[in-house]
């Protein structure tokens, strides 16, 4: 078990630091331009020496806040996020518990970053990051719903909540040909669970400064953005399962397929994220109740009607 | 926000600024909010002021020319002009042909490079990151082309009193031209990415309208008159300069909304694309210095007003000679300041994303404002 949590942190620390790399590269090459390219391989360990400067920056608590809740809400944000790794099938022997709920205890633990997310925005005393926390919830809440239903069209499918189970079923054909528009929900409400543009309301720049971690510094401020990149990477693993099934693939061995098809997805969000605008905050929560939730009702309908008739 | 219990309060106020991200400067606003909505506004100003306006009274005519491209950076060349057109009006200079000629074509091609920049900027605050860069991509364009006549690719200090410091070579005609078929090809590109973006279009509709009335009623004047429908435009209908002898349209909007201020200004550049390409044709030779202009101007007493069309909107120039070397006043109407004026009545009821959208519309530059 302590083997499998060192695992778990070590793959989470160099995961977030390759996507943030990924990320610049990624956004660098949309707009024209090379992105990092001076420290290392192409940038490579950019985000390592951005890591040191951030842990060796000053935490700055300001007077007004409230202590006990502000300084637990980074650490609240990031250990659930560890939690998920571990019924994360990365390949047929490399998971490490492969519970029978492992689904439900997915989207149970990612839930808990609204809280966090409250308690950093409630906590700061600050405007900006109280307007950050209340978006965020509502947000989230309405993004949670199309999520769970379109996750539920596919464990009816499946029959089971396990996740090695969901990946079993897929031996003959993926899932995403077989419920593309649940593939589309899932990844649209994904973007949004993990506040990513278009949906990066909570911490929209231009409005809210930083949104919820407006007084967070140093490396309390990089807790949250450690756990939005592992969070990124979670609902991208969990779309795999569900979608792409998973491990499964030709000649390379099963993990490094599991890899691609998870950094593919992660491609796509942050292909979102360069490409679009933002919306606005009332005309994303009725997309979410007046568009999506519908549809995914209608998808899991359909799902059922179908398993019964054939 | 952390109210005692049992006090009841129905709104609070938000501090926007001085230092926020989409204020592009240092305005601040302060906002009383009622949740997400804005119930009150007020702009506070004068965090940037330079005393442009009382610098005129203590230095020369020339002295005063540097301050021209401080008053507003993006558009430098318009101030230039109106200034330059003021005091020639005042002390009766005859500008040579050539040198009309290539004023119109300098400060329209900054023109185009402030709406470009608006263009980038304003998708920033709706936070849209990618455009910005190409954005300043093509603007780079415009920078490298003003930069080889002017020396400087910000706070231009291009014009004199009777024509312009520099002559344009070829090598300036060519890198025009070159620029003319660049940024038309990006027209496309702009239309499909942005303007027709679902999202783009959904924070843009029908948000921030201007009425014609109150766009009259606050003496808002440039790309966000014209987007209420009012072709005013001082190049057309107070021709200055060689304006009149080119061929370009007005664009204006229908229904006053941000879309439509938007779309304006994209139209805008293209018209100036066009009016440089007149202008490259038609180039006459010739000097391009009025002759026998004096180093210490002295012009008689009496008092005048110029206007050029800047690509915020008219910027006026009203300057009283008392027969010194140095202006005994000088005002300058700049169009910031009344297009600012009217936020506080359009963000009246809006969300805090609109109230971003709409400041930015407006195409603010605060230093210009506080002056």
Redesign the interface.
Known sequence: MIVALIGVIALVSVNALFLIWMERKV?AH????PGPMEVGFHGALQTVADAIKLIGKELITPEEVDRPIYLLAPIVIFLPVLVLFLVIPFAPNLIIRDLNVGILLIFAFSSLTVLSILMAGWSS?N??S??GAIRSIAQNIAYEIPLLITAMSIILMVGSFKLSAIVAAQDKVWFVVIQPLAFLLYIICATAETNR??F?IPE??????AGFHTEYSGMRFGLFFLAEYTNMFVVSAVATVLFLGGWRGWILPPVVWFLIKVYAIIFLIMWFR??????????LISFAWKVLIPLAFVNLLVTALAIKLF | MMLEPGIEEKTFYLNLGPQHPSTHGVLRILLEMDGEFIANSEPVIGYGHRAHEKMAELRTYQQYLPNMGRVDYLHALAYNHGYCLAVERLAGIEVPERAEFIRVITSELNRIASHLLWFGAYLLDLGAFTPFLYCFDDRENVVDILDRVTGSRLTYCYFRFGGVRDDIDDEFIAGCRAFITRLRSRWQDYDDLVTKNVIFINRTRDVGIITPEQALKYGVTGPCLRGSGIPYDIRRSEPYSVYPLFDFEIPIGERGDIMDRYVVRLREMEQSLRIIEQALDKLPNGPIMAEKVPKRLKPAEGEVYAAVESGRGEFGTYIVSKGDTKPYRIKLRVPSFSNLSIISELIKDTLVADMVAILGSLDLVIPEVDR
């Open positions: 956004a949309i707009q024209l331009r005393n405007k900006y109280v307007f543009a278009p990066d929209a720049e231009s409005e809210l400064v360069w490409t679009f605008p933002r919306l606005r905050f009332d005309q």
